[in-house]
């Protein structure tokens, strides 16, 4: 037999681990898992689920009377239960369908913010949980966990309640997922807006679901200071559309601006990229 020198055959050894090491992550990318982003068209409002590993998790539920039309498109996707219902805030235009999701799908937890109001929407809300099973947690500090691959941060209002600043309580969720963020603002206004923008934390975001359906706010310009998203979502309408100077500011960013005035908004992330249906 012939002799190979030791050199040759610790080339060779390299280059096959090079090789099987190539093969194992074309492998992994082809196997990554997606993540799916759905905000929904439902007027000046929010509704927004994402899918991925299995799960599903819905932040807010659009207005009162949107249920229905919720638990459809949710039913079409093949969503049989909820994760997760994130309801960042009391305002009708983001619990308005709650007491009906509770009512038709399972629902394993409820995070909201921990203060209460007068109002309709937020009576059957309450009345609504109370039938539920799911672990309710009202939430008073910011808090991290992991659902599947995703990993997610809620931050809580800074702000106290006074019984009229409810924008000012919206939770802020930051969803981190196969190398990218997602980072949903909910109506987050004035001193929260601002304390959120000064106070260090990690906003940088590849996604970000803009605060308060595009209604024009002086921090806006910070705000998109210290995100940088690629994709920017604006939950309006046609009948409410964005203000006019938000508009304006969003064209000086170089960022892919996408509003539910012009229907249901499907992002994908995928393999570290991001895909767009309108």
């Known amino acids: 037999m012939k002799n190979r020198s030791p050199y040759k055959i610790i080339v060779f050894?390299?280059?096959?681990?090079?090789?099987?090491?190539?093969?194992?992550c074309h492998a992994d990318e082809g196997n990554a898992s997606t993540l799916d982003l759905y905000v929904f068209s439902c007027g000046k409002a929010d509704a927004i689920l994402l899918q991925?590993?299995?799960?599903n998790v819905l932040v807010d539920t659009g207005e009162n009377g949107d249920g229905e039309e919720i638990v459809t498109e949710l039913e079409s996707k093949n969503v049989e239960k909820?994760?997760?219902?994130?309801?960042?805030?009391?305002?009708?235009?983001?619990i308005g369908g709650a007491d009906v999701i509770l009512d038709r799908l399972p629902v394993s937890e409820v995070r909201m913010p921990d203060y209460e109001i007068d109002s309709k929407q937020y009576a059957q809300l309450d009345a609504a949980l109370s039938k539920s099973s799911a672990n309710i947690i009202r939430m008073q500090s910011d808090d991290s966990f992991s659902i599947g691959s995703a990993d997610f941060k809620i931050w809580t209002s800074t702000i106290p309640f006074n019984g009229k600043n409810d924008n000012e309580q919206s939770l802020i969720t930051k969803v981190y997922y196969n190398g990218k963020t997602i980072l949903l603002m909910g109506d987050a206004e004035d001193?929260?807006?601002?304390?959120?923008c000064?106070?260090?934390?990690?906003?940088?975001?590849?996604?970000?679901k803009l605060p308060h359906h595009g209604v024009y706010d002086k921090s806006l310009i910070a705000l998109f200071a210290v995100t940088m998203p690629?994709?920017?979502?604006?939950t309006d309408s046609a009948k409410n559309p964005a203000e006019a100077e938000t508009l304006s500011l969003?064209?000086?960013?170089d960022c892919n601006v996408y509003r539910t005035a012009l229907g249901t908004i499907h992002l994908s992330v995928h393999n570290k990229s991001v895909t767009v249906q309108q």
Do not use: P, Q
């Not at 997760?84 to 235009?93: F, Q, R, S």
């Not at 000064?198 to 970000?208: A, E, K, Q, V, Y």
């Open 250 to 253: 969003l064209n000086t960013f």
């Open 198 to 208: 000064f106070s260090g934390r990690n906003l940088t975001c590849d996604i970000m």
């Open 52 to 55: 991925f590993d299995g799960h």
């Open 191 to 196: 001193d929260w807006l601002k304390d959120l």
């Open 230 to 234: 690629e994709y920017v979502i604006v």
């Open 13 to 24: 050894a390299i280059v096959l681990a090079f090789t099987l090491l190539s093969i194992g």
């Open 82 to 94: 909820i994760d997760l219902l994130i309801l960042t805030h009391h305002d009708k235009d983001h």
